[in-house]
Every structure is written in structure tokens, then in C-alpha cells.
């Protein structure tokens, strides 16, 4: 007989035991208190309070609920009634103690629960406690071994997962320069704006579950080409109406922006896109890491090669070809077993938020395994043929001839060697760059990276694209002529290039050399913003070993352009030399990078939590020109928000210092982040560390 209405139990409260929960789940430093943030596959608890003691008959079950209609048929509404027992494949909870009115309860999810936001109600009976403001979150586990997630290494979990700074790498091959990068997956809103784009995603709570599909989606999300997704990319060198690639510190205020106005964010770049994917993605709880591929290939053909085409000065032409070779270019790998493959492609898996190409419908990219790449597996999911040519691609460079008023077109050289080099991501727990080229590709011209590309190039072919060919090593020259660059491989900005063109002959023979050079100003995905000069001579090579052409061109021919174009530009060489007799061709090529004065940090090494303490910026102008419209970008995870500091003009010489007034509210080692930058000068970063105490 059920008992009278009157003494049936009523829930007053639910305490969701944030701070020991946290710890055990690894989120304490997830800056959300009010609410519960767990890890899949591992018990956490609660107390719930009743309006009397819990007689053994008494019905309570707990439920979570997923959005506005929620069911239990698709996974969206979760009871667990507390006498129910245990069972590891399902949701449970049971009671585990009971003192007075109080009841703590020890909730259990399977390690492979859809991760999401879930709010929590309590029915006793035909009463319903619903508070409306209990909500738990539930991340990936890196930590439990059934998770697909599970990273055993627990310094890696440390740096893959809980490491909310770090850095991207940019530049070039010859000067590979660390960018510090704040991912600020634990600051205020960051938590909510993925939960906003789970959301938005559209993704059933079904395959909420799988991160091969949750980090697909945010590979396309965090991208906002088809689904108003976080940032508009934006290579055309004008940022106005928004903030340039160049001046963001790191991903939070982007996403937290975002979830804010709930529009795409103006501008990011590749950098920018894997900076916010990676904080996503550690937010959520997946490891992930920034990876960056120099000579990166973008191959729109997917024949596995990339044309470059040269006028007959040497410059390189941008309108021939929708292939490109990118200086760098930044993506992602996040870590994960793949069950939906054939076995032996669990690990890193690569992911690119950067709209390049579209994949099945849209600009989404990944995840594709690093395993499946190195071996030339381009069959397996997914987007497995863009990224292997990203780092496998040859580039066959073309020269464009006009006879008789048609274009004639010679082919230079075939590189087998140059893309896909010096593949870079920051050291596990270390401030040093890691080359994982190895775990891309097989050694350069090794037989198993040969056997990798010719098992690409059999898919590609059988799948009827354009026809892939391995290439074959071009015979040693008759002519034993050698061609390199002399000079300076960073530059001064302001300063005029002064370059040697050398070319060496080490055979007995005498040579007639038609020889161009040409030097442009290029953005890092090989973009051409400016001509800056070429020389275009015959040379005899006859009692001549060594012969230097000088190549100068004055500061005043590159600084306009460089003022003008928002983005950070570098300095490409080209040369091609003809020998007459042999009808032989070379070329060579240098890239150049431009050298900046340091921007110094000053703080103290020690600070108190909830004390202030002043953090100084210093920079001093030793470049010969002036700098105009400085602007100090600074940001500190748990110190303050990302600021902008406007400096006015630096005339040559001047020295500006900014003080910013410090109050920490998180203990640990944090870190500053400044960035300084103007219409000549596009970014010059720095960065220091203080320890935060209690």
C-alpha cells in the first residue's frame, strides 16, 4: 500500500560537491564554480538534503536532462534511480551514505557518455525537485583507460590537456620562430561557448559521444564559412572592421567574444584557427596539440604535385596556378583510438580548422591518423589525400617563355625534398620546439617514403583523379655548375637588402649562362604583394671558378608595400640559370625574414593571490625608421583580460614603457603575454612567468 501524499519525501537541496568533485576530475582550474564539471567514466558525487530521513522503501531517482524536450529514447533525459544497482555500460547511482536528512550519493557515467551540458532535477515520489541552476558538465576523460580519448603518459596529459599556454610556430624553414600562444581553455565563458557550438552543430546526443565526430565538426565550427561558426578567415592584408591575425595573444577573448554576440569574430589565419581548435578541443577534454608543417603544400589538383610558374625575370607569377606552397601553415592533431578503421591508426590524429578545401559539403578537415600519412594510406577517413600532400607534395617549378607572341612553358626542376619540412609542435613540459617530422613522414628519399608515395599515388590514380607520378631523379649536369645566395637571412627592417649572387663552376668546361634573379615580397602563403627588383645577365664561365652578381635593392622599394599590407611579409629570391651549350637549367631560391628589437617584460618572479603587482613593458626603437600606430596587445590567464594599449608613433631611438597593475585571483605559474604591434612592425611578441602563491 503506497503511502499517504503527506508523508512523502520532498528534495530541499542538492549540493553538487564542486571543489572535491573538481579535483578528483582534474577541473579545478576550469574558472565556472557554480556549476559541476566531470570527467566521463568516473564516479562523482552528490548530497542531496531531504525534508526527512530516507526510509529504505522511499523512491528517489536523479535525473539529467540535454536541452528544451528531453527523452529517454534518444539519450537526451537520464534516470538513475539510487536502488537500482551498478552497471558500468549505463548511467547509475547509488546511495553510498546516509547521515540525518542528508543522503550523498555517488553517481557513475560510462566511459563512453555523450559530453555535453546537462541540468539536474530530483523526483521523489510525485514530487520533482527541479532548481533549474544544477548543471553538470561532462568532458572527455584522457584519464580513464575505457575512454577512446585515454592518454596514458601523465606528463603528456599534463601538457596536451591542462596546459593552457604554449606556442605556435612561424617563420620559415631557415628561421622557425615560436609565437607564445594563450589557449585559455579554463577562463570565464570558454566552457559555454563549446557547449554552444555541440549545440550548433546539430550532432545527435548519440554520436556526442564519439570524438572522432565531435572534433570533426568542431573543425568545421570554429571556422565560419558554412555555419557562422567562430572566425572569418581573412588573407587579403586589410583587417579594417576588425582585429588583424597578427595582434591576438591567444584564443580565449576570441571565443569568448563569441559567445557573446554569437557572430563570427574578424580575422583570423591559419595560426590563429589551430590556436582556438586546440583550446576547444582541451576544453572538452580530447588532447590536442598546435602542429606546424613548413613548405606546407596546398594541392588543389590532388596529383600530388605543386606548380610554380617564374616570368622571364625570375618572378614568380600568382595567377597560373590555384596550387600554392605556404611558408607555414598551422593546423592540429588531437588524440584518440579510431575503431571506425582497420586496426594500427590509433594516436594522433590530424584535424584543420583553417577553410581550405571543402570536405563533404563543407570547409571541415579531419581527422585524419598521422599513422595513415606516413604510410601513404590516403584511402582511410579522413581527408587523408589533402593532408599527405600537404607534407609529401613535389613542387615542379615552370618557366613561362613568350616566342612569337605564344606563351611557351619549360619545365626548371622537379623537388622531390621540399615540402613538408622541420613539422613542429611545443615540447611536453618544456619551452622548446619539438620536430615531429618523423611522425609524418619516412626519411627523405628513404625506400619507405618512396613505397609511402607510390602507395598514395596508386590510390589517387584508382580513384580517377588527375594522374599521379612518382618522380624520377633528374640525371647529374653536364656543365658542373653550382648556383647559391649570399647574404643576410634576417634583415633589419628599414634596412636595404644587399645580396651575392654566386655561381660556381667546378667542371673544366667553359658555359654561356643566361642568368635572371628576381626578388619579391611575398605573404606567407606565397601570396606575391610586391616586385622589388631583378638582374638578367650572360655570363662566361671560361678561367672563371667563382662568378658574384650583386642584387640591391633600397629599403624605400619594399618599406611602402610593407606599410601598406597588414600582414607580416618576407623576402623571396629566385634565380634561373640557362646553359647555352647544354640547354641545362638550375635554379635556386632564398627566403629572407625581416629582425626586429626585442619587447621586454618586467615583473617580479613572485606574487601573493589577491595582491597587486606592476608588470612594466619596454621597447626601444633601434631600427632606422620610424614606427607608426603602435599597439601594446597584452593578455595573462588569471591575471587580467587581453588588453590594447595604444603607444601613438616610436620615432628611431625612442624608448616607451607601459605599466599595467596586476591583481591575480588563481594560484600556479602564470604566464604574460605582450604583443607589439604597428604599420611597419607586425607583431613582436614576448612573454614572462610569475608564480602565483596563496
Request: aromatic share 8%.
Amino acid at each position: 500500500m503506497s503511502q499517504p501524499a503527506a508523508s512523502s519525501l520532498k528534495t530541499l537541496g542538492v549540493d553538487l560537491l564542486q571543489k572535491q568533485n573538481a579535483r578528483l576530475h582534474h577541473t579545478e582550474e576550469y574558472h565556472d564554480n557554480t556549476c559541476l564539471i566531470v570527467r566521463r567514466g568516473q564516479m562523482f558525487q552528490l548530497k542531496l538534503t531531504f525534508d526527512r530521513e530516507l526510509k529504505d522503501n522511499d523512491e528517489v531517482v536523479v535525473q539529467l536532462s540535454v536541452g528544451e524536450k528531453p527523452l529517454e529514447s534518444n539519450e537526451t533525459l537520464l534516470s538513475m534511480n539510487l536502488r537500482s544497482g551498478q552497471d558500468a555500460r549505463c548511467w547509475c547511482a547509488n546511495i553510498s551514505n546516509t547521515s540525518g536528512k542528508e543522503c550523498l550519493v555517488a553517481v557513475t557515467s560510462p566511459a563512453d557518455a555523450a559530453v555535453g551540458k546537462y541540468f539536474l532535477s530530483v523526483t521523489t515520489g510525485p514530487h520533482i525537485y527541479n532548481p533549474g541552476n544544477k548543471v553538470v558538465y561532462v568532458l572527455f576523460n584522457p584519464w580513464c583507460e575505457a575512454d577512446t580519448v585515454f592518454m596514458p603518459n601523465d606528463t603528456e596529459r599534463l601538457e596536451y590537456v591542462l596546459s593552457d599556454t604554449g606556442y605556435i610556430y612561424v617563420g620559415s624553414i631557415q628561421n622557425i620562430v615560436g609565437r607564445p600562444w594563450n589557449f585559455g581553455q579554463f577562463e570565464d565563458d570558454v566552457l559555454d561557448s563549446c557547449m554552444y557550438l555541440l549545440d550548433k552543430s546539430k550532432l545527435k546526443q548519440k554520436v556526442r559521444k564519439d570524438p572522432v565526430i565531435v572534433s570533426r565538426a568542431m573543425s568545421a565550427l570554429v571556422n565560419a564559412n558554412d555555419d557562422s561558426g567562430v572566425l572569418f578567415g581573412n588573407w587579403s592584408g586589410t583587417y579594417s572592421g576588425g582585429t588583424s591575425p597578427v595582434a591576438w595573444t591567444g584564443s580565449a577573448p576570441i571565443l569568448q567574444k563569441y559567445y557573446k554576440t554569437k557572430k563570427p569574430i574578424c580575422f583570423g589565419q591559419c595560426w590563429v584557427f589551430s590556436g582556438v581548435l586546440t583550446a576547444v578541443m582541451r576544453c572538452l577534454g580530447i588532447p590536442a596539440r598546435s602542429v606546424t608543417n613548413f613548405a606546407s603544400a596546398h594541392d588543389t589538383q590532388e596529383n600530388l604535385k605543386v606548380d610554380i610558374y617564374l616570368n622571364e625575370r625570375g618572378e614568380k607569377l600568382n595567377d597560373m596556378t590555384s596550387d600554392s606552397v605556404w611558408n607555414f601553415h598551422v593546423w592540429n592533431d588531437v588524440w584518440m583510438k579510431r575503431p571506425d578503421l582497420p586496426q594500427g591508426f590509433d594516436g594522433w590524429q590530424a584535424v584543420d580548422a583553417t577553410p581550405q578545401e571543402i570536405s563533404q559539403g563543407i570547409y571541415q578537415c579531419g581527422p585524419c591518423p598521422v599513422k595513415a600519412i606516413r604510410s601513404g594510406e590516403v584511402y582511410l577517413l579522413y581527408d587523408s589525400k589533402f593532408v599527405f600532400a600537404e607534407v609529401n607534395a613535389d613542387r615542379v617549378f615552370w618557366h613561362v617563355k613568350n616566342e612569337n607572341g605564344k606563351q611557351k612553358l619549360v619545365k626548371l626542376r622537379e623537388e622531390t625534398k621540399a615540402i613538408g619540412k622541420s613539422i613542429s609542435t611545443k615540447a611536453v613540459g618544456k619551452n622548446t620546439r619539438e620536430d615531429i617530422t618523423a611522425q609524418y613522414k619516412f626519411p627523405e628519399g628513404s625506400p619507405e617514403e618512396r613505397k609511402a608515395v607510390e602507395k598514395a599515388c596508386s590510390y589517387l590514380n584508382s580513384s580517377n583523379l588527375a594522374v599521379c607520378e612518382s618522380t624520377t631523379p633528374l640525371p647529374p649536369l653536364q656543365a658542373g655548375i653550382q648556383l647559391e645566395v649570399e647574404g643576410e637571412k634576417a634583415l633589419w627592417l628599414g634596412n636595404p637588402i644587399n645580396l651575392n649572387i654566386i655561381v660556381q663552376n667546378s667542371s673544366a668546361g667553359a658555359w654561356t649562362i643566361n642568368l635572371v634573379a628576381s626578388c619579391q615580397l611575398q605573404s606567407y602563403t606565397g601570396k606575391i604583394e610586391a616586385n622589388l627588383g631583378s638582374i638578367k645577365q650572360t655570363v662566361q664561365t671560361e678561367g672563371k671558378p667563382v662568378i658574384q652578381l650583386p642584387l640591391n635593392i633600397a629599403a624605400d622599394a619594399y618599406m611602402k608595400t610593407v606599410t601598406s599590407v597588414e600582414d607580416e611579409l618576407l623576402i623571396k629570391v629566385n634565380i634561373i640559370a640557362e646553359i647555352q651549350e647544354t640547354n641545362e637549367k638550375l635554379t635556386d631560391e632564398l627566403t629572407l625574414t625581416f629582425q626586429y628589437p626585442p619587447l621586454k617584460v618586467e615583473m617580479p618572479e613572485t606574487a601573493k593571490i589577491n595582491e597587486d603587482f606592476t608588470c612594466s613593458f619596454i621597447f626601444k626603437n633601434t631600427l632606422s625608421i620610424p614606427l607608426e600606430k603602435c599597439k601594446l596587445h597584452v593578455e595573462g590567464l588569471g591575471i587580467f583580460k587581453m588588453e590594447t594599449i595604444g603607444q601613438g608613433d616610436i620615432m628611431p631611438g625612442r624608448i616607451i614603457k607601459s605599466q599595467i597593475i596586476c591583481a591575480p585571483n588563481k594560484t600556479g605559474e602564470k604566464k604574460i603575454v605582450a604583443k607589439l604591434t604597428s604599420n611597419q612592425v607586425k607583431g613582436i611578441s614576448a612573454e614572462k612567468t610569475i608564480t602565483i602563491t596563496a
